[in-house]
């Protein structure tokens, strides 16, 4: 549900390469600790 907030939120990214980074990045801590910072981050961003 937040990756796809996050890619609707972003989806016009220039930078694919950034954005691809990101979204691995996000997928590699979603089970990890690191992972409730980083999306309540985006979340207030979005």
């Not at 609707?8 to 691995?24: A, T, V």
């Amino acid at each position: 549900k937040i990756l796809s907030t996050f890619k609707q939120q972003y989806s016009n990214f220039s930078d694919s390469e950034m954005y691809k980074r990101l979204i691995s990045h996000m997928r590699s801590k979603i089970s990890t600790d690191d992972a409730v910072p980083c999306r309540s981050h985006f979340i207030v961003e979005a």
